[in-house]
């Protein structure tokens, strides 16, 4: 017994170093990162591993925001992008789900499979021709290609019913008919509100998904003012600010700002999110 | 419910509508869309007008004897390769940690939360972070390397085509393991607790426990999580975009990045690019079909379970 005591502990000690070092090894390179960021670049150049800031940090920020890069406007246009495509996603996959569950119609099967068919076909295939229609109508460096989409997320759709499917009991909606309750209310005001756990594991995952999202963007956006994040970051590796060393850290650090203030605050719903997802798949 | 006199089918079809039509106008019908401008000559910046091939496959046949579309290829497949092995031996290694009971790991939460952390993290801010860290000849990497005396003098990690594709491999490793892990883990937490406790009762060490229970009952969980990592990994172009943009000598150019350089920049190959594309989807559309068949076998029972709940309930419209 004593021996198998020993070698736990072992197991224990040899499992505790590498979590740490994993740890590290998740932390570090965004360390560097904003410690660089309030440093200038005679310092960075001189070492480019700091364990604390610097003070170069306004100075940073004007040299950053004196050329093309905008964080401002990447905010806005990200913010507007990545909450109208949660707002759509999260609806309108809730809706159709229902619709899946709660109603018994002859296509229904046949529509289930479909969206089970084409969960994985990634945007970027279609990018060509997604490109090409929407440079036809006009609709080349505007918001809205970007958003309208999500309305129809099969993904989405699928974790939603397997979600109203575990959930949602068919007395109720029938009650609220016996109420006299048309389908759309029962659906926006009694089936909405028992979905919300769904929806908000759902909805974190699909802001970051658009926040992040850079291939779509970049080849519909060409102007300046209407940059997302991603694209906005991009212009970081250019000539520009080639030896401000300093202020591409602190663009980098802004870029990813708001993604590290959501993941602190929600991470433990959004770990149990990623072990959900895997287990209704 | 015919017996009340109405019927709630159609309701079924009106709450389908917005997802059916927009499918139609934003995926398939640019799906549609690329498949046709492939068989077309459409180059060119601004061009929309087009004409059939009188050859509709000589984009195809053109795009196969392309020396750097079959490079690309090739380097999705190394690059992948090279991420995938060190992540799920790595991602299999922490679950079977943290879901020994013996060897029960305090901060289990705060451990997991840190390594997922990459995995949210803007892929295109991370991609241009690294190629300031791998930087030459000052960077942090180098710094450290030297300090340590690991190497002699700087090394240019983003001249070298093997570290530079080894970074690539190595960022994408590093943005997932962390995901895969908490899919394993979920999937063991699903095994019948049971089934460790006979084992632990039997004398089984917590190595048997692991090859002889807990893994081939994760079989499902792992091939979802390989053919997931596949499907991702062919749309892989964020990192090696804004790491190298491709380079050094097209050694991190992904087949993503082929067709995106294809189309939106040079010459403007539309049509090129879409055959491309139809390419990589037929591989995906291979990988899929593999998945769908792997997830119905599940949800089927899951489904037919439901079904009888249902029809027990007396089951309404």
């Not at chain 1, 099969?154 to 575990?166: I, K």
């Not at chain 1, 060393?245 to 433990?268: A, D, R």
């Not at chain 2, 899951?302 to 709940?309: D, H, M, S, T, V």
Request: aromatic share 14%; charged share 15%.
């Amino acid at each position: 017994m004593k021996s198998l005591k020993a070698s736990t502990i072992t197991m224990k000690t040899i499992i505790y170093i590498v979590c740490i070092f994993l740890s590290i090894l998740s932390i570090f390179p965004f360390w560097v990162m904003i410690m660089n960021a309030t440093r200038n670049t005679y310092q960075i150049q001189q070492s480019s591993v700091a364990l604390l800031p610097g003070k170069s940090l306004m100075n940073n920020w004007k040299i950053l925001t004196g050329k093309s890069f905008n964080p401002w406007v990447g905010f806005f246009n990200s913010m507007i992008v990545s909450t109208g495509t949660t707002i759509c996603a999260v609806y309108f996959s809730s809706l159709t789900a229902y619709a899946l569950v709660a109603y018994r119609w002859k296509l229904r099967d046949a529509f289930f499979s479909f969206i089970m068919a084409v969960l994985m076909i990634p945007a970027q295939i279609s990018g060509i021709g997604f490109y090409q229609f929407m440079y036809r109508i006009g609709w080349t460096n505007s918001l809205l290609p970007l958003i309208l989409p999500a309305i129809a997320a099969p993904a989405m759709v699928f974790f939603m019913r397997q979600y109203l499917m575990a959930t949602l009991s068919l007395d109720i909606v029938a009650s609220a008919r016996i109420d006299g309750s048309g389908e759309f209310r029962t659906f926006n005001q009694i089936i909405l509100p028992i979905m919300k756990p769904a929806m908000a594991t759902q909805a974190i995952f699909t802001f970051v998904g658009s926040w992040n999202n850079l291939f779509i963007p970049l080849i519909l956006l060409t102007r300046q003012e209407k940059y997302t994040m991603p694209i906005m970051v991009s212009l970081l590796r250019g000539d520009i600010y080639k030896t401000e060393y300093g202020s591409v850290y602190l663009g980098l650090t802004l870029t990813v700002l708001p993604l590290f203030v959501i993941y602190f605050i929600l991470s433990k719903y959004i770990i149990a999110g990623v072990a959900l997802g895997a287990l209704k798949e | 419910m015919k017996k009340s006199g109405v019927s709630y089918a159609k309701y079924g079809y009106i709450f389908s509508i917005p997802f059916v039509v927009t499918f139609i106008i934003f995926s398939l019908y640019p799906t549609l869309y690329t498949v046709v401008i492939g068989f077309t000559d459409l180059r060119g910046l601004g061009k929309t007008a087009f004409k059939i091939l009188s050859d509709p496959f000589e984009n195809y046949k053109i795009i196969f004897a392309n020396k750097t579309f079959r490079t690309s290829l090739k380097n999705t497949a190394i690059i992948w390769t090279m991420n995938f092995i060190p992540q799920i031996t790595l991602a299999l290694l922490l679950t079977a940690w943290f879901t020994t009971r013996r060897f029960y790991v305090k901060a289990q939460g705060a451990f997991k939360v840190l390594i997922y952390m990459p995995n949210i993290i803007t892929a295109a801010t991370i991609a241009i972070l690294f190629n300031s860290l791998f930087g030459y000849p000052k960077g942090p990497v180098n710094d450290i390397l030297v300090r340590f005396g690991w190497v002699a003098k700087p090394q240019n990690f983003h001249l070298q085509k093997w570290t530079a594709k080894g970074v690539v491999a190595f960022i994408q490793f590093w943005m997932w393991y962390g995901n895969s892990m908490i899919v394993l883990i979920a999937g063991v937490l699903g095994i019948d607790v049971t089934l460790f406790e006979a084992a632990e009762i039997d004398g089984a060490n917590a190595t048997q426990i692991f090859f002889r229970i807990t893994l081939p009952r994760l079989k499902t969980i792992v091939l979802y999580v390989l053919i997931t990592s596949m499907i991702g990994g062919l749309q892989m172009f964020d990192i090696p975009k804004l790491y190298l943009n491709g380079g050094p000598d097209n050694a991190t150019l992904t087949s993503s990045a082929f067709i995106y350089n294809q189309a939106f920049s040079g010459s403007y190959l539309y049509n090129r690019a879409s055959a491309a594309s139809m390419l990589v989807f037929l591989i995906i559309v291979v990988l899929s079909v593999a998945l769908f068949l792997l997830m119905r076998d599940r949800d089927e029972v899951k489904l037919r379970r439901q079904e009888r709940a249902l029809k027990r309930r007396g089951g309404v419209a």
